[in-house]
């Protein structure tokens, strides 16, 4: 392996781990949603309040909790992530379309918690840092390719 | 980082010419040149690589720190507990509520003690009923109170001049229990007249709320008469029902933003819609009984029908 594969390895294994870290979280969020929605483990103080913003009546696309779309979105994202899709060089333009919705949903449920919940919940905001993070890389990594 | 040159990478100055023949020396110079072409393509492609990962980057926290910096702004209103501009799509939801929605929430699950038949006559200003409530700002049981009739009323009329407003902080129960102000409130009806008396704001001077408006005097005479303690809110309905206290619990709304409950209004299965639509739908049953049944539409639907039989 040389050493230039070596570095892009790591790019690639940064959207991975983020990818799965945003996973994780909206899994939790899920099973917390549809099991005990008020024993978030979560800070009460006011300005933050995760279980204010996951019980609101934003925290659901009909009878579909927003958790539960982020936790199928970030499993189709984890999958665009692993090492061997990278080498489908076809699937760059899905990567970036995906990354970018994913910054932008996050944009607009920043502006849901602040501005028609307001509070806000920890949690979700390490999704959203996890989607900005991973538009960077994925960006970071498409555009390092060798032109074909 | 993956990709920047670095300065194994960087070419060298040609070598100079001095004890080398000429066509090596040409040569060198050549790979050079080539060399450093091949640098700059390389800082140019890593420049628009940067660009192309950062612009977006930058996009997103300037979107961030405006939204930030906007709430931060605002936020101050609230934390004064101060009345606000309220924003249009809340007020489009509140004095709109889908006839779906009442029909849905229909009649309360539980009978309201806190209203009474007054027995007396009829209370009309320029040959319509007329409303008097009697509250204040602080007050939670008002602040829950309001929801229902605004909507109830925006059925018989229309609202101008509502704004936000929120009832008293801690210790109060309830508190900052989001709600509206019928201070500086104007209805209109061709049915209904209505008259909204706050008369207190939420904000304590020397340990009392500050006043607000002035109580007259045949109104007072109207709460003496059928509420002698004066606790409030105080609602007459046409003088043929009246209200002292909330129609529901204030729990249902407690700690939800305005849109937020403004938003459940249309989903009677969420219990902030049910309870305010189903009270809205009892407040609606009894002024009708002053308005002569007008207008039909609304008060022969079978919600307000079916709500007014829960009336004592």
């Not at chain 1, 090492?83 to 379309?97: G, K």
Request: proline letters at 5%.
């Amino acid at each position: 392996m040389t050493a230039s594969t070596a570095r892009v390895s790591r790019v690639e294994l940064t959207t991975l781990v983020l990818a799965l870290v945003a996973l994780g979280v909206s899994i939790y969020l899920t099973v917390e949603h549809y099991a005990a929605p008020n024993s978030l483990a979560c800070p009460d103080t006011g300005a933050i309040n995760c279980t204010k913003v996951t019980t609101s009546t934003w925290s659901e696309v009909g009878p579909v909790p927003l958790a539960l779309l982020g936790a199928l979105y970030f499993a189709a994202m984890s999958a665009l992530c692993v090492p061997a899709a990278w080498r489908v060089t076809a699937l760059d333009r899905v990567r970036v379309i995906g990354a970018a919705g994913g910054v932008a949903t996050a944009l607009y449920l920043v502006w849901v918690e602040l501005f028609q919940v307001e509070a806000i919940c920890l949690w979700c905001t390490v999704v959203h840092v996890a989607s900005l993070a991973l538009l960077v890389a994925v960006l970071w990594r498409v555009t390092g390719r060798e032109p074909a | 980082m993956e990709g920047v040159s670095s300065s194994s990478t960087r070419p060298k100055r040609p070598a100079p010419l001095a004890g080398k023949p000429k066509g090596a020396a040409l040569k060198d110079r050549e790979a050079a040149r080539r060399a450093l072409a091949a640098s700059a393509r390389t800082r140019n492609n890593q420049r628009r690589r940067l660009v192309t990962v950062l612009a977006p980057i930058g996009a997103v926290l300037a979107v961030l720190a405006i939204l930030v910096v906007v709430r931060a702004t605002t936020s101050q209103d609230h934390a004064g507990k101060k009345t606000r501009a309220a924003a249009a799509t809340v007020i489009a939801q509140v004095t709109g509520v889908p006839v779906a929605a009442f029909e849905a929430a229909g009649a309360p699950a539980k009978r309201s003690d806190t209203i009474t038949a007054t027995g007396g006559g009829a209370l009309t200003d320029n040959g319509k009923a007329r409303v008097l409530y009697v509250g204040a700002e602080y007050c939670p049981f008002c602040a829950t109170e309001r929801w229902p009739l605004i909507v109830a009323l925006s059925r018989f009329g229309s609202w101008q001049g509502l704004k936000y407003s929120y009832s008293a902080s801690s210790p109060e129960v309830f508190p900052d229990t989001s709600t509206f102000t019928f201070h500086g409130a104007t209805y209109t009806s061709r049915y209904v007249s209505f008259t909204g008396v706050e008369t207190a704001t939420n904000r304590q001077v020397n340990g009392s709320y500050e006043p607000l408006d002035q109580l007259g005097a045949d109104d007072g005479a109207i709460m003496k008469q059928y509420d002698p303690q004066g606790s409030i809110p105080f609602t007459d309905l046409g003088g043929r029902w009246v209200i002292n206290g909330a129609t529901y619990d204030p729990s249902v709304i407690h700690g939800r933003t305005h849109a937020e409950i403004a938003a459940t209004l249309d989903k009677p299965g969420t219990a902030s819609g049910k309870a305010i639509d189903s009270a809205a739908n009892v407040l609606t049953a009894a002024i009708c009984q002053s308005t002569g049944g007008q207008p039909v539409a609304v008060c022969t639907s079978p919600s307000v029908v079916a709500a007014g039989k829960t009336l004592p």
